[in-house]
């Protein structure tokens, strides 16, 4: 008789992804050249999984896979596909396919598709669309990169300021071009002013006879077309909008902004931000080649070269130092890679709290002092474990104490640089999250060999 499998052990973000079953049996029909298996596979999946499952395979993969599946690519599964491979899918689309999905997407996600192609490639994307599709497309990438108008959708659902609750209800039910989502009615006067909005679930709880100005949110904010998304994105977070309407320099609607862009920018942001500090480009992606990998981060790591050598440069000034006690050699790594993990963990909370507005002006010199304070109770903690380890393990306690007093030097100047800095950048209009790990590293590598080395010239020898 045989005995039942033990079950699988799941864990809940297991229901987020396809298990090791269905992607065997995609990949058996990528195989096989079986198109209906891969269809019927791929049927009841949402378009962000296939979206998610197109991006994480190989370009040669990849173009296999939509060798197969091309032909059910729609509008959704485009507007879901990570824009570093997005170029490379609308490129193996054949024509048809690719203009029937252009036609079902919102303008808002028309525009991030074309606006990184080559003007004859707009235009063939721009041909499939309606004309009024294709002028709201148009008017946006009129607006600067980055900005409100290129993130908005042009899709906006309005009513006039004296309409009744019922007279939105039977405008919604009539209207047949709607956008699949919005969650305001936008309210107008007679020039096409926003003057506030209203919540659908306000709209269906009230009675017909009420006037919408009764029901209006508090939240209503109009944003301006040329808003930075970084800007769009911060108000969102911070006053918890579901939507906003963008104004153009008259004040006048020309379109919505709603939260799942917003919160695109936000994850892009921190993304970029992460890979930053990380010295790696932000085109950076799972299913890149070696080669492209290596092309992206050599540039980084020649700089560190140049970075690292002038911690070199000071250590050869100490070169009879390290000849007399040749331990010392063995212990400078201990100052310099505490220091180093001291300076990330300061430059990383300095660089998120800039990116979220919590560290500003007004608070500078508070964040400065509390790094300065954390520093050195971190060194004196430190320096009193290295001075305890220099007496019972080394018998030399003059050399825990010079360790001790190198170590709280530079967690100090790790601490504190980790907020100057990059703080110092922001102020000087560069990318705080690209560069400042590479100061701070070179500031405690240099400041820790100095200090060590120096001391221990000045007390040891």
Do not use: C
Request: proline share 5%; hydrophobic share 45%; net charge negative.
């Amino acid at each position: 008789m045989t005995e039942p499998r033990e079950a699988e052990t799941e864990t809940p973000e297991d229901d987020f992804r396809l298990n090791r079953q269905e992607q065997e049996a995609i990949n058996r029909a990528v195989d096989d050249g079986d198109g209906p298996a891969l269809d019927a596979l791929l049927e009841p999946m949402h378009a962000a999984d296939i979206a998610d499952l197109i991006e994480q395979l190989t370009p040669a993969r990849r173009r296999e896979f939509l060798h197969l599946y091309s032909g059910e690519i729609d509008g959704e599964i485009l507007s879901e596909i990570d824009e570093s491979i997005r170029d490379e899918v609308v490129e193996q689309l054949p024509r048809d396919v690719l203009a029937e999905a252009v036609r079902e997407m919102d303008s808002d996600d028309v525009v991030d598709l074309i606006e990184d192609m080559t003007p004859p490639e707009q235009q063939e994307i721009l041909a499939a669309l309606d004309d009024s599709d294709r002028a709201a497309v148009e008017r946006s990438l009129t607006y600067p990169e980055y900005s409100a108008g290129r993130l908005m959708q042009s899709e906006v659902v309005t009513a006039p300021e004296h309409w009744t609750v019922g007279e939105t209800i039977d405008f919604l039910r009539a209207e047949e071009w709607l956008p699949d989502q919005f969650y305001h009615v936008i309210l107008v006067d007679p020039r096409r002013h926003p003057t506030a909005y209203v919540t659908l679930g306000k709209l269906l709880a009230s009675r017909r006879d009420t006037p919408l100005r009764d029901i209006t949110e508090d939240s209503f904010r109009p944003i301006s077309v040329l808003a930075e998304e970084g800007d769009v994105a911060y108000a969102f977070n911070k006053y918890h909008l579901i939507s906003a309407p963008v104004v153009d320099e008259d004040d006048r609607l020309v379109g919505v902004i709603t939260i799942d862009d917003a919160m695109s920018v936000l994850d892009e942001e921190h993304e970029e931000d992460f890979l930053r500090m990380a010295r790696v480009s932000d085109e950076s992606h799972v299913s890149d080649g070696p080669f492209q990998t290596a092309r992206q981060r050599l540039p980084w790591l020649v700089a560190n070269l140049f970075t690292a050598s002038l911690s070199a440069l000071v250590i050869s000034r100490f070169e009879s130092t390290l000849t007399q006690l040749v331990i010392l050699a063995a212990l400078m790594p201990i100052v310099a890679s505490t220091g180093g993990i001291a300076g990330t963990q300061s430059l990383a909370v300095a660089v998120r709290a800039l990116a979220t507005r919590e560290l500003t002006s007004a608070n500078a010199r508070r964040v400065i002092l509390r790094e300065l304070a954390a520093g050195m109770l971190n060194g004196l903690g430190l320096a009193a474990i290295l001075f305890l380890a220099g007496s019972l393990i080394l018998g030399a306690p003059m050399i825990g104490a010079v360790l001790g007093m190198a170590m709280i030097a530079n967690q100090i100047v790790a601490a504190t640089g980790g907020v100057l800095v990059p703080l110092g950048l922001s102020r000087l209009g560069l990318d705080p999250a690209l560069a400042s790990g590479t100061f701070v590293t070179t500031m405690t590598d240099m400041m820790g060999f100095f200090a060590f080395l120096g001391l221990a010239s000045w007390i040891l020898i």
